[in-house]
């Protein structure tokens, strides 16, 4: 199976831009989150997508979003960027609807904002 | 909310000597994951843990879980330059209901020299 796919790998981008970035889940795999990785926060999850509805929320501001699509795919969105937005994002499928899934990373986004 | 710390920050050691990292959870956990990191890479799944007490071994690896379910460790024996990464340890942090959220440890970061 191919693993978890993530698009674009880089970007830049500047202060109040938006930016949305992809995933796409290993297949067969239902639960997509997402996380945010920074030098000084660490990993920080974001949210969680299962059958398209919004699962699990992380103490992130309203200017990220993200969706789920019917073949599991997903999407998050960052509006009105800011510096400290720089991060590499990381996408995480996992199987089926359970508290114990291993999570399978995809090889992230990184995003920085000038 | 739920933390997750984890020490030592960093670890340097000589190629050949031991490395343990430690983590340890606010709050308890219903089962314990350990990912690990390399230069550049995205999290990889190592384990994971779900008995009070458990005890497996890949290797040269070596993961606990503490009886109060609270604490982990992983210890690696002579510590290889293949070693080289950041190891977290993550524990489900979602809503009772169920679904995917992992609470990420702060992570050590291991270098090997030889």
């Known amino acids: 199976k191919a693993g978890v796919t993530q698009t674009p790998r880089y970007l830049i981008k500047t202060r109040g831009q938006q930016v949305t970035l992809s995933c796409s889940p290993i297949?067969?795999?239902?639960?997509v989150s997402w996380y945010q990785q920074t030098p000084g926060q660490g990993l920080q999850f974001l949210f969680e997508?299962?059958?398209?509805?919004?699962?699990n929320k992380g103490n992130f501001p309203g200017r990220f979003s993200g969706r789920q699509f019917s073949n599991s795919r997903s999407e998050m969105n960052v509006s009105t960027l800011e510096l400290g937005d720089s991060a590499l994002y990381l996408c995480?499928?996992?199987?089926?609807?359970?508290?114990?899934?291993?999570?399978?990373f995809g090889p992230g986004t990184r995003l920085t904002v000038l | 909310g739920q933390q997750v710390m984890q020490i030592p920050q960093y670890q340097h050691v000589q190629e050949g000597e031991d490395f343990t990292t430690y983590c340890n959870s606010s709050t308890t956990l219903s089962n314990i994951q350990w990912y690990k990191q390399r230069p550049g890479g995205h999290p990889v799944f190592l384990i994971q843990l779900v008995k009070s007490g458990e005890v497996k071994k890949q290797k040269r690896l070596t993961f606990q879980f503490g009886e109060a379910k609270k604490n982990s460790s992983l210890h690696i024996t002579a510590t290889q330059t293949t070693d080289v990464g950041t190891y977290f340890c993550a524990g489900p942090g979602g809503l009772t209901g169920g679904g995917n959220k992992l609470t990420f440890g702060t992570g050590t970061q291991l270098k090997v020299e030889l």
């Open positions: 997508y299962f059958s398209e509805t919004q699962r």
């Open positions: 297949s067969g795999h239902r639960s």
């Open positions: 995480a499928s996992s199987p089926a609807d359970s508290r114990t899934d291993t999570q399978y």
